[in-house]
């Protein structure tokens, strides 16, 4: 059992930037893998980035890619999201998620664990 806890989010302006935090506790996370989702309201959750918490291996969704980056600390256990130059179309919560069994899978439902998301808002 994981449980994922974010923090981070808040309203910022176009071209602003957050540090999006998720921290884990259970079980040991870095055998896992894990990732950032989005969700806009009326839409359905997509994939923002994706890491590989044994092997380092990143995936990057176009829309974000070049300003949005995914990191992690496994000695403290925590995975994070720094985004830049933010657009309104960013808007959304965002959720973090671990896997037991996937290998950077893009498919919400092979995410066994999430955290309660927090919110981004960028104004234009």
């Known amino acids: 059992q994981v449980r994922l806890v974010e923090s981070g989010g808040g309203v910022v302006q176009t071209g602003g930037s957050l540090r999006l935090s998720c921290a884990a506790s259970?079980?040991?996370?870095?055998?896992?893998?894990a990732g950032w989702f989005r969700r806009a309201p009326g839409q359905e959750r997509e994939v923002v980035a994706l890491i590989s918490w044994n092997g380092g291996r990143t995936y990057i969704q176009d829309s974000v890619k070049g300003r949005f980056t995914i990191s992690r600390d496994n000695a403290k256990n925590t995975m994070y999201l720094q985004m830049n130059n933010l657009r309104p179309e960013d808007t959304a919560a965002y959720y973090c998620a671990a896997a037991e069994r996937s290998f950077l899978t893009r498919n919400v439902e092979d995410y066994d664990y999430w955290g309660q998301g927090t919110q981004v808002t960028v104004s234009s």
């Open positions: 259970g079980r040991t996370f870095s055998n896992y893998q």
